[in-house]
């Protein structure tokens, strides 16, 4: 029975929303847990200083290939750097040919292929929004955890907005007990609303940031529509059980004989707006029609 190592930056409580999608993509190429591959896990837990262990550890088991996601993309280099030989599928959002995963996207040759979320270029379009629904300038704050690659992306991404973007600053939170903070340094400044970067982290305490965002009167922007359920305004961005049932699929076509440097690098073909106007309600705000006849999603 072929073994994939599955190597996520997270906890594994994060993962098991996600694994659904995965493991549904592996079943579509003819591939079950527990029947015809087993899987072994390693859970980062937010730590990225235990990546390197991790990958290492995993690569000196007789695996077939590595799922490495989590990190933006930290935890798929890490993997990367950990072999040169064993398969590896990545769910990144980078670069991944300027961050040195693959030599092009459509042919990426070496070991490693995957999905690239590319997460940064959608960071414009977030203010753009946030803008339309803040009738005064607002301060953008991205609560973003350093020492991660798109963080230092989606930061440069912003001043392709020009005089739009009013005053822009940026607030970090590396844990989960400086979020808060973060919190109270925005409302310090008047922060007139929030941009959430597409963060795995973040994304971990999506519960944390929207309740902050209610209590402090913030509008605030997000990468995923997971957010948007746990109460969030609006989000923007591509399906990330859709990402993970598509490396699931690379995982199971790999497994079937092809060569990772020959499958190109998958990007998201559909990014989507949902409105929350339960949560719109909730601060006061009144969402603009133009708005809503574009969402894709609308909760009332």
């Known amino acids: 029975m072929p073994v994939v190592g599955f190597l996520y930056g997270g906890t594994s409580a994060d993962a098991a929303y996600y694994l659904p999608a995965f493991r549904r993509g592996m079943r579509e ?83 490693a292929t995957g999905i690239s979320l590319f997460g940064s270029l959608l960071e414009p379009k977030k203010l753009e929004l946030l803008h339309e629904v803040v009738a005064k300038p607002a301060l953008d704050r991205d609560a973003d955890k350093p020492k991660q690659p798109e963080c230092g992306e989606q930061r440069k991404s912003r001043p392709s907005c020009g005089g739009r973007a009013g005053t822009s600053t940026h607030g970090r939170a590396t844990a989960e007990s400086e979020i808060e903070p973060a919190f109270l340094k925005m409302l ?32 605030a922007v997000y990468e995923w529509r997971e957010f948007i359920q746990a109460g969030g305004l609006m989000s923007y961005g591509s399906s990330l059980p859709g990402a993970w049932q ?55």
């Open 29 to 111: 190429m003819g591939y079950i847990e527990g029947r015809n591959v087993a899987i072994e896990f390693r859970w980062a837990e937010d730590r990225y200083d235990r990546a390197a262990a991790l990958a290492e550890d995993l690569v000196r088991r007789p695996l077939s290939l590595i799922v490495a996601i989590g990190g933006g993309g930290f935890v798929a280099k890490t993997a990367k750097t950990a072999t040169t030989t064993i398969p590896i599928v990545f769910l990144a959002n980078l670069d991944p040919v300027e961050s040195g995963l693959v030599a092009s996207l459509n042919r990426p040759g070496g070991n």
């Open 188 to 219: 310090r400044l008047r922060a007139g609303g929030l941009v959430v970067a597409a963060d795995p982290f973040l994304n971990s305490r999506r519960e944390q940031l929207v309740a902050l965002a209610t209590r402090n009167r913030l509008a």
């Open 246 to 300: 598509q490396v699931g699929a690379y995982a199971g076509r790999i497994l079937r004989g092809e060569n990772p440097g020959d499958l190109p690098v998958q990007q998201p073909t559909k990014v989507e707006l949902a409105v929350n106007l339960k949560a719109a309600k909730a601060l006061g705000i009144d969402i603009p029609t133009a708005i809503l006849l574009r969402a894709d999603e609308v909760i009332e």
